[in-house]
């Protein structure tokens, strides 16, 4: 498929999304503009976080419960200031730093596609570099699969009590591949602020909003736009 530069987009018409992810900060941080894009387009946009991201601190004083905890409250306030309320978001509470693609995972992702019934699911690519998280290309390969095709057959996961559903597209990010690049020059302060709740990931408040517009900027650059997003485009209907 063609390469594809996204400026609008409201003119795809995309009336769900479904964003799957391993850890809080992973959507404000790959793909937080295109979701505040997505919101402003009119599209219902829907999170599944797998992990609480319980691992996410070296604080002797905390526990992995009291990290989880503190990490689901900034993700809900992240997901606020780019439009998704609390309630679209799911957290499946499965432990950090130790998804693997299994058939549970992908069962956990299937209920979330039949239950939310996406046009559009934007996932992590499987295969990025491995100096990225290991839950991040278990994720991504379980929402492939989940996508295609556990969700779509009928006898796959019976006892989830929700109808089939077929997942056209999926957008990948952080890829090495991409095909498909989002315009966010107009949502980027919101991504970055969105960003920003996500203190205890070290939301340093002079170099982190520098570091996501030189990002955004690096990606935009290969193809002509001032800051953008980048993915790689599936096709699975």
Same mark, same amino acid.
């Given at each position: 498929?063609?390469?594809?530069?996204?400026?609008?987009?409201?003119?795809?018409?995309?009336?769900?999304?479904?964003?799957?992810?391993?850890?809080?900060?992973?959507?404000?941080?790959?793909?937080?503009?295109?979701?505040?894009?997505?919101?402003?387009?009119?599209?219902?946009?829907?999170?599944?976080?797998?992990?609480?991201?319980?691992?996410?601190?070296?604080?002797?004083?905390?526990?992995?419960?009291?990290?989880?905890?503190?990490?689901?409250?900034?993700?809900?306030?992240?997901?606020?200031?780019? @439009?998704? #309320? !609390?309630?679209?978001?799911? +957290? =499946?509470?499965?432990? *950090?730093?130790?998804?693997? /693609?299994? &058939? %549970? $995972?992908?069962?956990?992702?299937?209920?979330?596609?039949?239950?939310?019934?996406?046009?559009?699911?934007?996932?992590?690519?499987?295969?990025?570099?491995?100096?990225?998280?290991?839950?991040?290309?278990?994720? @991504?390969? #379980? !929402?492939?699969?989940?996508? +295609? =095709?556990?969700?779509? *057959?009928?006898?796959?996961? /019976?006892? &989830? %009590? $929700?109808?089939?559903?077929?997942?056209?597209?999926?957008?990948?990010?952080?890829?090495?591949?991409?095909?498909?690049?989002?315009?966010?020059?107009?949502?980027?302060?919101?991504?970055?602020?969105?960003?920003?709740?996500?203190?205890?990931?070290?939301?340093?408040?002079?170099?982190?909003?520098?570091?996501?517009?030189?990002?955004?900027?690096?990606?935009?650059?290969?193809?002509?736009?001032?800051?953008?997003?980048?993915?790689?485009?599936?096709?699975?209907?």
């Amino acid at each position: 498929m063609q390469s594809e530069i996204i400026r609008d987009l409201a003119a795809l018409g995309i009336g769900r999304a479904l964003v799957v992810v391993a850890h809080p900060d992973d959507i404000e941080s790959w793909c937080g503009g295109t979701v505040a894009g997505l919101v402003e387009a009119g599209t219902d946009v829907a999170y599944l976080l797998c992990t609480s991201g319980d691992k996410g601190s070296n604080d002797p004083a905390q526990t992995a419960a009291q990290i989880a905890a503190l990490r689901e409250g900034e993700q809900i306030a992240a997901a606020r200031e780019l @439009g998704v #309320a !609390a309630a679209q978001i799911t +957290f =499946a509470r499965l432990l *950090d730093g130790e998804l693997e /693609p299994t &058939l %549970a $995972l992908r069962r956990v992702i299937t209920g979330a596609i039949r239950a939310q019934r996406p046009d559009l699911l934007i996932t992590h690519d499987p295969a990025p570099p491995y100096r990225l998280h290991p839950d991040h290309r278990a994720v @991504g390969r #379980a !929402a492939l699969d989940a996508a +295609f =095709a556990s969700a779509r *057959d009928r006898l796959m996961f /019976p006892d &989830l %009590a $929700l109808a089939p559903h077929i997942v056209p597209t999926a957008w990948l990010f952080a890829t090495e591949q991409p095909d498909l690049w989002v315009d966010i020059a107009a949502t980027l302060a919101r991504k970055i602020a969105a960003r920003m709740q996500h203190v205890s990931q070290g939301a340093d408040p002079q170099a982190l909003p520098r570091h996501w517009r030189a990002r955004a900027a690096e990606a935009g650059a290969a193809v002509g736009l001032t800051a953008a997003e980048a993915f790689q485009r599936v096709t699975l209907a």
